[in-house]
């Protein structure tokens, strides 16, 4: 094999043994509807999550994109928060969530457990962005819907008790790549202004190129066939080519880094996207801008969501809560 | 090539909450420039800021021998601090230190307090190694000195209750790069079985041409000029050439297969990011097992000069981690 794998961590093996067997169909266009319908079982109901603790949670329909349909948000904040609010109490940190699933499947729900803790963990409110998919819904669809839910954070702020100056997108996996090119949009259309960018193994390269592209062929949560069906649902034939491919869709692509809110970046040493999310970090180092790199050794693609209790999530939620509290001064 | 011939390259800037812990360690660790004419200067300084071992110790449940064991074929023996847990503990695991100083300064008593907890606590025995310095002595004594250290150690395992499956190798900064330049001699000669290699923000490129020595070129915590100096004084006239042995300078080596899994730590804001960034990302190009942090902000040596501060508690929450786990702790 010209590009043996980082080895998974042991913990990881059974679980992706039941989630990834090796050996599985190579999946095309035709399978995403079984993929969305899979992602969909795993979704429990918003008051089931919550599970009768302090966190109040309510959807609404918000504008799109000019000229495109409203999309619907998911608004989770601590308990009581609002009436706090209404007696003068403190705004807080405002957090906008977008899910993964490959820019072709999953849905918000996907992220409240995540989110849940979160802000219980640090008093903030998080707004969580359902966002239309690919390939129906191609670039730039998706990442123009998430920038819509950034714009509703920031202009409905002092109604949801957020303070604008600390507003952090975030997202795993497509999510992570979107939030990337959310943070690119506010910068480039002088948007709103964010304190951070939280990236969990964040898709951004559409490429294929890196070395950990090729390692994770065939195997992993999310194999090099996924990415590339992924990449080609959202961009169509321009995926991977050398006409060119937006930087809000694809953020590898973007020329310029600078001028970024700190960047949060993670990822597994064992998965497809370690090296476009290490060439990330380095290229907004290199342009002088702010960013923390955490690379799990034998972390698979999204750990923390397949195996939540395992030793590498609890150490990589830890970090991220620590990064949380130095960019929200909390 | 000239420093002036570079286009400037703008700094990461530094976490706030770590400002005042750089402005002390520039106060206390780098008050002289460490410039070839100030290398004996500086170590006298040094001494002057480690704390002697036994004022460290105080109230510590921990046994302290120092030993001579023998050094390289033909060289003097090399001195080495044993440290285990008060009552001794079966089949330990072992952590051979590898003290930091930029090749030219510092003793085995720089920074060993990081383990005290470990072998108190939970029973590892930690060897640490004193290593001949730079200029005086330049490569490959220091890399050299520390190899025999862990030959000695690893032959030694019964008498000093180590499970030789589980030694560690772990420095930092220069110790971080002789940690790497003896994980590799280990692999390359057949030598000790290594569990890991723990690399904190380790000096392993002696082009000392990144981006990242281009940013902290004059500013910071060990910059570019004290580490020019590090490198003159370890590497001489050969520096520059194609000699320059990968055990000295490891981001030299062609091939990064087939070693210990490695952690590697560094500081976003810090001369060796780059180098540490892409040592890693080389070890996984051939497979190999590695974890990367690369803190917000962070200056080099942050996490022993900026305890209690948010990023350097998170870095030591996570490095204690990784350790517990590629020891079985």
Do not use: K
């Amino acid at each position: 094999m010209p590009y043996p794998p980082v080895p998974f961590a042991p913990e990881f093996v059974p679980i992706l043994e039941i989630v990834a067997p090796a050996g599985a169909p190579v999946p095309g266009p035709e399978d995403i509807a079984a993929m969305r319908a899979g992602a969909s079982g795993f979704v429990q109901p918003v008051a089931d999550v919550i599970a009768g603790r302090a966190v109040d949670a309510e959807d609404r329909v918000v504008p799109g994109p000019a000229g495109q349909p409203d999309i619907t948000v998911t608004i989770l904040s601590p308990a009581g928060h609002r009436d706090r609010l209404a007696a003068g109490g403190p705004a807080v940190p405002g957090l906008l969530n977008i899910h993964g699933g490959g820019m072709i499947s999953g849905e918000r729900g996907m992220d409240t457990a995540r989110l849940v803790e979160l802000v219980l963990a640090l008093g903030v409110v998080a707004v969580n962005v359902e966002y239309r998919l690919a390939p129906e819904h191609p670039d730039p669809a998706p990442v123009e819907d998430c920038y819509a839910g950034l714009l509703f954070l920031a202009g409905a702020a002092a109604e949801l008790g957020v303070d604008p100056e600390r507003l952090v997108v975030m997202g795993g996996s497509a999510g992570g790549g979107l939030a990337a090119g959310v943070a690119l949009l506010a910068r480039d259309r002088g948007g709103p202004a964010l304190a951070g960018q939280l990236l969990l193994c964040p898709m951004i390269d559409d490429r294929n190129e890196t070395v950990s592209s090729h390692q994770y062929t065939g195997i992993g949560t999310w194999t090099r066939e996924l990415n590339l069906l992924g990449w080609s649902s959202l961009l169509g034939p321009a995926a991977g080519g050398d006409d060119p491919v937006s930087p809000y869709a694809a953020p590898a692509r973007a020329e310029d880094l600078s001028g970024l809110p700190p960047a949060f970046i993670e990822a597994g040493s064992a998965e497809l996207f370690r090296d476009e999310n290490v060439a990330y970090a380095s290229r907004i180092w290199a342009a002088g801008g702010n960013a923390e790199l955490h690379v799990w050794a034998g972390g698979i693609h999204g750990f923390d969501v397949y195996a939540p209790d395992s030793e590498l999530a609890a150490a990589a939620i830890a970090s991220r809560l620590s990064w949380f509290r130095r960019v929200l001064g909390l | 090539m000239n420093v002036a011939d570079y286009e400037p390259v703008p700094p990461v800037p530094y976490d706030p909450e770590l400002v005042p812990a750089l402005a002390g360690f520039l106060d206390l660790v780098e008050r002289i420039p460490l410039r070839a004419d100030t290398i004996q200067v500086n170590r006298e300084h040094f001494a002057t800021i480690v704390p002697p071992l036994e004022q460290l110790l105080e109230g510590r449940r921990i046994h302290v021998e120092h030993r001579r064991v023998p050094g390289p074929a033909g060289d003097p023996e090399v001195e080495v601090t044993i440290l285990r847990p008060e009552p001794a503990v079966p089949d330990a695991a072992g952590i051979y230190l590898i003290h930091g100083g930029g090749m030219m300064l510092g003793t085995r008593f720089f920074g060993i307090d990081e383990v005290f907890d470990l072998v108190e606590n939970d029973g590892v025995v930690a060897v640490s190694v004193e290593y001949r310095l730079a200029p005086e002595h330049p490569d490959p004594a220091p890399v050299e000195d520390c190899y025999a250290g862990l030959v000695w150690m690893a032959g030694a395992a019964a008498e000093l209750g180590i499970d030789p499956q589980r030694i560690l190798v772990s420095g930092t900064s220069a110790g971080g790069g002789l940690s790497a330049g003896v994980a590799l001699l280990a692999r390359d000669r057949r030598g000790p079985a290594l569990v890991g290699q723990l690399l904190n923000a380790p000096m392993i490129d002696n082009s000392n041409d990144t981006v990242s020595a281009r940013q902290y070129d004059g500013i910071g915590a060990w910059d570019r000029n004290n580490n020019d100096t590090g490198w003159n004084a370890l590497l001489g006239e050969r520096r520059f050439t194609a000699s320059v042995s990968p055990y000295a300078a490891p981001a030299r080596a062609s091939d990064l297969s087939g070693l210990p899994p490695a952690y590697i730590e560094v500081g976003a804001a810090e001369v060796f990011r780059s180098e540490a960034v892409d040592y890693a990302t080389r070890i996984w190009a051939t497979g190999g097992q590695a974890e990367l942090h690369v803190w917000g902000g962070a200056f080099h040596g942050f996490a022993g000069f900026a305890a209690g501060t948010t990023v350097a508690d998170a870095a030591d929450a996570v490095r204690s981690g990784w350790i517990r786990r590629v020891l079985g702790l």
